[in-house]
């Protein structure tokens, strides 16, 4: 870590750590109200004053139980990778965790040192490859997390000799879905039992700084367990195989997407997290996403056609012009996000449907949910949008990607533009 970066971190990890929680009933309506006037919607914002507090409870939940202080959090920069995220995050004293080559690049170009990036390469592109060690060679250390003998190969061909972890498959995984339940899958990472033989021979030609594994995402009640049981199979394996900087344990952390569900008590994660991983001489790293940005951001999205449910419904279906476009989550994951009508006061609640414009069955938001009776011109809010939320948008239906806000000391600045049409053909050119 530059002198630089430490200085920041030093003041940003003093800073206040807010609630655990922050649900979309926080935010205040006339604001976000102002903010779509302003810049129009689809529109996401994102509070980077909360992301700050995120990111700091958990550096200190986690230095907290480490007896040096020094275990090492590192942002899941997929998760969101603006640039005002990466930077804030980096001045809470964050490292980053990046799966590609862009994020790589853009982690870097947000003034994340070398030493403080981490490039978790699944299948890598030969392409990517190439531009990672590109910077590599530039002179940013970073590390290179392997998840077969393949890349280690790729990489000794490319003359790589820098820092390098492997990847594990902990054969135990976790998560809100099957589909982001990673941990035992064979795509990723390098059997449990064929780990020690593959470090010992990677120790010839890189400098072996630690294994790594990742159990999935949106961990919270029973997937806990799971959790723990991969920390306690790492804490094994760095204890068998020795001589390590680091064992990453991956991130996962959940956060509650329902108005009820509890939040994590991070420190009891982080207690537990240090328990089962045992005694090791190597400091204890995770790369959580989700928990740093999820509650820090709004999709804000307005209802332009208002029409009955059908059938024996006593409900109605509010046309919005968010869609799967915009935010994929709900139909890719069913994922429930909070909805909020900032219009709305005092209005009856009856069971509405909110469903975007794209012309599939899966675009929509909530079915049936109880709301309050939506009217054309109404803005929604979509909560805790602020993770895979931008990020996944597509232009699925030649629908631009909606514009980015940020909120940071009191003050709102446009920080991504509206996509536009001309932007969809411009790779085609005359083609
Ligand atoms: N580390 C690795 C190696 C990962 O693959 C991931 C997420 C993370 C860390 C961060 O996980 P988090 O703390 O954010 O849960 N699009 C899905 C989530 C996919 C996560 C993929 N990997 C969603 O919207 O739920």
């Known amino acids: 870590m530059s002198e630089e970066a430490v200085g920041d971190a030093a003041d940003a990890t003093d800073g206040p750590t807010g609630p655990a929680v922050r649900r979309l009933a926080d935010w205040t309506a006339p604001d976000l109200r102002g903010l779509a006037a302003e810049h129009g919607t689809p529109l996401y914002v994102t509070d980077l004053d909360r992301v700050r507090e995120n990111a700091i409870r958990l550096r200190r939940a986690f230095d907290a139980g480490d007896e040096d202080g020094d275990a090492d959090v590192r942002y899941a920069v997929k998760a969101h990778t603006g640039r005002a995220v990466l930077r804030t995050v980096r001045e809470a004293g964050l490292g980053a965790e990046c799966a590609s080559a862009g994020e790589v690049v853009r982690a870097l170009d947000a003034g994340f040192e070398g030493r403080e990036v981490q490039y978790t390469a699944v299948n890598p592109p ?51 879905h099957e589909k982001v339940t990673t941990g035992g ?11 020690p033989g593959l470090l010992a021979d990677a120790r010839a030609d890189f400098d072996v700084v630690g294994i790594h594994a990742h159990a999935g995402s949106g961990i919270s009640g029973d997937d806990l367990d799971a959790h723990r049981e991969l920390v306690a199979r790492m804490g094994e394996l760095a204890r068998e195989v020795g001589d390590l900087e680091f064992v990453d344990v991956g991130g996962g952390f959940g956060v ?20 089962a991983l045992g005694e090791v001489d190597a400091v204890l790293a995770v790369e959580p996403g989700r928990y740093v940005v999820a509650d820090a951001g709004v999709l804000l999205t307005r209802v332009n056609t208002v029409k009955e449910g059908g059938g ?7 046309g919005v012009d968010a869609g799967m476009t915009t935010l994929l989550r709900p139909a890719m994951y069913d994922a429930y996000h909070a ?25 929509l938001f ?8 939506p009217e054309r011109g109404d803005l929604l809010a979509l909560g805790n949008a602020g993770a895979y939320g931008y990020e996944m948008a597509s ?37």
């Open 185 to 195: 899958h064979a795509k990723f990472g390098v059997p449990y039992d064929r780990v």
């Open 256 to 275: 509650p997407y329902r108005e009820a569900e509890p939040p994590l008590d991070i420190a009891a994660v982080a207690d537990a997290t240090r328990e």
């Open 395 to 431: 232009t699925y239906n030649s629908r631009p990607r909606p514009a980015e806000v940020v909120l940071e000391g009191g003050t709102a600045r446009l920080a991504r533009e509206r996509e536009s049409l001309d932007a969809l053909t411009a790779l085609e050119g005359d083609r």
């Open 366 to 373: 909530c079915e049936e949910r109880p709301l309050p009776t």
């Open 312 to 318: 024996d419904e006593s409900g109605v279906v509010a």
């Open 339 to 363: 909805i909020r009508n900032l219009a709305a006061d005092g209005r009856a609640e009856l069971p509405v449907t909110v469903a975007g414009p794209v012309c599939e069955t899966a675009d």
């Open 126 to 176: 030969s392409g990517d490859l190439d531009i990672v060690l590109d910077r590599w060679r530039d002179g940013a250390d970073l590390t290179v997390v392997a998840g077969a003998a393949d890349t280690l190969d790729r990489l000794r061909s490319r003359g790589f000799d820098g820092r390098l972890a492997v990847r594990v498959n902990p054969g135990v995984g976790a998560g809100h």
